[in-house]
């Protein structure tokens, strides 16, 4: 049995279907899930913590039912939110202790050791106020291992961090990993999703529309990707075959089947409005490509053409 199984899940806040149908199985891996703002992963995360109740459709964590046993569940799981405080009044030592006594755990040792866990042993005293970003992500973190949990839920554990203290947060999800620990994470960076996690969910309005490797998503999506920088703002060339990823300014991106089919039209259609091509790069797919045409943009219905990338998707995997 799978650490998280989900079966049709589904939340309803009057009217607005914000999850839909959700089946999924993680286990013992960092799974990501990944979606434009208001896609629902939170509320996913919220359902499978035990702290929302599903409207259809049912989950388990750790065998438990979410709702049946709900107290089972949150016994083995940890959860950081999206939007967790620490109390900057108190050290993180304390923060620490206050989540151990929660959880009946006595003595200073297990305190001791997630703070070290997380590289917070030399501040541990100091008052959480001093501490930067990245340390109170790593001081919630440490608070969320106290209690040796199976399972971590983590929602957009990186927002609002530097590289390096993004890098660090990644690098101790890893080694929790490689402990056993199964890991669910949302975040809406795609090249540490890319690179951090086992598998990705990607999820569009409620709906999960993809679950791969990132490394096979990228390779189903095929094709190429085709950024090209001018000299002044230009609108968007718009042609068959180039299907725009990105367009503001003076860098547009594109995602094509064959560059170098479609680039002389690419370039011809800036030259038309009088502006100079000052650069040119055609890579392959990136994890941000396959969410865009998976995905698009909850707002805007997407930039990609959503249907005909479906069909590529299905097609080739
Ligand atoms: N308590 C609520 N009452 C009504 N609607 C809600 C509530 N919470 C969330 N929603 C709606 O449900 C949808 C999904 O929201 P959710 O917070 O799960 O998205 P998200 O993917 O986590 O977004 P973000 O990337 O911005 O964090 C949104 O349309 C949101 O407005
Ligand atoms: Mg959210």
């Not at 013992?28 to 629902?40: A, C, D, T």
């Not at 590289?163 to 795609?190: E, K, N, P, S």
């Not at 951090?196 to 990132?214: E, H, K, N």
């Not at 075959?241 to 690419?266: F, K, Q």
Request: with cysteine; proline share 3%; aromatic share 6%.
């Amino acid at each position: 049995m799978a650490t998280i199984e989900t079966t049709g899940l589904t939340k309803q806040y009057d009217g607005l279907t914000a999850v839909d149908g959700l089946d999924l199985e993680v286990d013992r891996e960092i799974f990501g899930l990944l979606g434009p703002n208001g896609s629902g992963k939170t509320t996913t995360v919220l359902m499978l913590t035990t702290l929302l109740r599903p409207t259809h459709g049912s989950a388990r964590v750790c065998g438990h039912d979410v709702v049946e046993r709900s107290a089972r569940v949150r016994e083995r799981i940890s959860f950081v939110p999206q939007d967790m405080a620490v109390d900057i009044k108190l050290t993180g030592r304390e923060n620490v202790r206050f989540y151990a006594e929660l959880y009946g755990i006595r003595g200073s040792d297990r305190v001791d050791e997630v703070l070290g866990v997380m590289d917070l042993a030399d501040r541990a005293d100091d008052l959480v106020r001093t501490y930067s970003g990245g340390m109170r992500r790593r001081l919630e973190l440490a608070q969320a291992l106290v209690h040796e949990p199976e399972v971590l839920f983590l929602d957009e554990p990186t927002i609002g961090l530097d590289v390096a203290g993004r890098q660090a947060i990644w690098t101790h999800i890893q080694d929790l990993r490689r402990r056993g620990m199964t890991i669910f994470v949302t975040t809406h960076y795609m090249d540490e999703a890319d690179r951090a996690c086992d598998r990705v969910g990607i999820i569009a309005r409620g709906r999960l529309v993809a679950v791969d490797t990132p490394r096979a998503l990228r390779h189903r999506l095929g094709g190429e990707r085709v950024s090209v920088v001018t000299d002044r703002p230009v609108e968007p060339v718009l042609a068959e075959g180039l299907h725009l990823v990105d367009g503001e300014g003076d860098r547009l991106v594109y995602h094509v089947d064959d560059a170098a089919e479609v680039v002389p039209v690419l370039l011809a259609g800036i030259a038309t409005q009088g502006a100079r091509v000052r650069g040119l790069e055609v890579q392959a797919p990136t994890l941000d490509d396959v969410f865009l045409a998976l995905a698009g943009r909850q707002d805007d219905g997407g930039a990609f053409d959503f249907q005909r990338f479906r069909t590529m998707l299905r097609r080739r995997g």
